[in-house]
């Protein structure tokens, strides 16, 4: 008789990152895949069950649901947000989903992590403070967070690797915003210059990584990884975009003091994580963290979805 596969509890399953282990997960054919989403009924949850996902629902802050969704599990991928200014919410929802992932004998976690920014930041007076959190000034919280999360799965004594994430090349379909000229050409902005060189990964990426993560999670106890980027500038993006999509788009960068006062909520932390990313210390962190997974393309990924982009575009 065939072994039983493992069981993993994926997180934020209808989003970037989530989304991205799903498919990942489902298409290696060793995983048992649960797939966490806060209603089950939403057309969202329908195709992850057509995908051969088991979905579950949960919410971070239902201690009972995270513990219906992690019993049994073998594994987990977790991925955290409670907005961009809101640290403290942020940790009390890992320590939710750690907590229960012990009660559970989870055996492995793979996180989503990020680097806490208060050693490099927090004295600095040329990033606006967003919050207090732990009784440091936060510049970025959203950074923050996640390093306490990975202090939290420290001490609880379960197995972890830890995934840090940078610059989502999805970030061109969901967050970016086109402004139509006269001529019928798009501009979009971000606070970082044009010609910066970057590294980008996408959903997709994130999952390869855990894929190889979960298949040896001996190997990698403990590690702290990426997922295996590659390096473009916004310039070198959106003519790919424009070449492929056939929508002239040309990216202008915005300064830092404009991007701190776009409006929205999250503003001023990605402001100043944007300003860090061009600085010696988002340099030096993307430095320090080998690489897991196949080498994404910018090219494939555009052209995968040339549809979606096409349609983000000329909608705006």
Not at 19 to 29: D, E, I, N, R, T
């Amino acid at each position: 008789m065939a072994p039983t596969k493992p069981t993993v509890t994926v997180f934020g399953a209808t989003g970037t990152q989530g989304g991205g282990v799903v498919h990942a997960l489902l298409a290696s054919g060793q995983f048992i895949v649960r797939a966490v989403t806060r209603d089950v009924n939403k057309p969202s949850a329908a195709a992850l069950k057509t995908q051969g996902a088991e979905p579950v629902a949960a919410e971070f802050s239902d201690v009972s649901s995270l513990e219906t969704a992690l019993s049994g599990a073998d594994a987990l991928f977790l991925v955290t947000e409670a907005g961009m200014e809101d640290p403290d919410g942020e940790l009390q929802a890992g320590k939710h989903v750690i907590a229960a992932a012990k009660k559970s004998g989870v055996k492995h976690v793979v996180f989503s992590a990020l680097e806490d920014s208060r050693p490099h930041l927090s004295k600095d007076d040329d990033y606006p403070t967003v919050c207090k959190f732990q009784g440091q000034p936060s510049k970025i919280p959203f950074y923050d967070s996640k390093a306490e999360i990975k202090a939290e799965l420290k001490k609880s004594g379960i197995p972890y690797t830890c995934l840090y994430t940078w610059s989502f090349i999805e970030n061109t379909l969901k967050f970016a915003y086109y402004i139509k000229q006269d001529d019928g050409s798009y501009t979009v902005s971000f606070p970082v210059p044009g010609d910066q060189p970057l590294n980008f990964q996408s959903g997709d990426t994130v999952g390869s990584a855990v894929a190889d993560i979960l298949s040896s999670p001996n190997k990698y106890k403990g590690a702290d990884l990426q997922p295996s980027v590659f390096v473009a500038s916004w310039n070198e993006v959106y003519a790919a975009v424009s070449q492929v999509t056939g929508r002239k788009v040309t990216y202008q960068g915005i300064s830092f003091e404009q991007g701190t006062k776009l409006g929205f909520p999250g503003a001023v932390s990605l402001a100043n994580m944007w300003k860090a990313i061009n600085a010696d210390w988002g340099d030096g962190g993307r430095k320090k963290f080998a690489s897991i997974g196949p080498k994404p393309s910018l090219q494939q990924w555009v052209e995968g979805n040339k549809q979606q982009l096409s349609e983000k575009i000329g909608s705006c």
